[in-house]
T-cell receptor, first 115, second 117 residues
């Protein structure tokens, strides 16, 4: 299995809703990532889990909350989002070396719309 | 912080011709890796080619090759015999400290490649 699977593919939520994005990989990768990508922009790093240790990009608001239940699964919990949070959310994973010697494997993303 | 610069927002090429996409980067790392990713309308980021900085030889993957100039910190992608399926956004990327507290792959702004039939 050489895939990163993200669910759901599309999500529409209200500003008062709580929702979660899910990401799963079975490649034995021990590092997983969440990226946010606005239209016509590059992906921007939000969170890194490496050996279940979390690193946070300081610019990410607290209404985004990552969770790593195990080394194969990564969730992103969403609460009280704003319309400007509408974007494509990409999950990725990589082998043990966080310097990405072999690059990241990306999922196909969740298209999130906040109304 | 790591920076990756792509100065061509859009490129257009005739099918079967060759096109080169430019990328420059800045890093304080002594050992690093560089990547080109392709993002078609399907949204998935696909690794096209990677280059190990300590290797002199330019990486090649079928119709895709790079011109890596370490001293100039330049990393361009050449696509030969362009095909309609090559149409996509292309991102140059390098690993490094993004400046925000988490380090990971940092991407350039991207080049939108159009293939004319």
């Amino acid at each position: 299995d050489t895939e990163v699977t993200q669910t759901p593919k599309h999500l529409v939520m209200g500003m008062t809703n709580k929702k979660s994005l899910k990401c799963e990989q079975h490649m034995g990768h021990r590092a997983m990532y969440w990226y946010k990508q606005k239209a016509k922009k590059p992906p921007e790093l939000m969170f890194v889990y490496s050996y279940e240790k979390l690193s946070i990009n300081e610019s990410v608001p607290s209404r985004f909350s990552p969770e790593c239940p195990n080394s194969s699964l990564l969730n992103l919990h969403l609460h009280a989002l704003q319309p400007e949070d509408s974007a494509l959310y990409l999950c990725a994973s990589s082998q043990v070396d966080r310097r990405a010697n072999y690059g990241y494997t990306f999922g196909s993303g969740t298209r999130l719309t906040v109304v | 912080a790591q920076t990756v610069t792509q100065s061509q927002p859009e490129m257009s090429v005739q099918e079967a011709e060759t096109v080169t996409l430019s990328c420059t980067y800045d890093t304080s790392e002594s050992d690093y890796y560089l990547f080109w990713y392709k993002q078609p309308p399907s949204r998935q980021m696909i690794l096209v080619i990677r280059q190990e900085a300590y290797k002199q030889q330019n990486a090649t993957e079928n119709r895709f090759s790079v011109n890596f100039q370490k001293a100039a910190k330049s990393f361009s992608l050449k696509i030969s015999d362009s095909q309609l399926g090559d149409a996509a956004m292309y991102f140059c990327a390098s690993w490094g400290y993004s400046g925000g507290g988490a380090d990971g792959l940092t991407f350039g702004k991207g080049t939108h490649l159009i293939i004319q039939p």
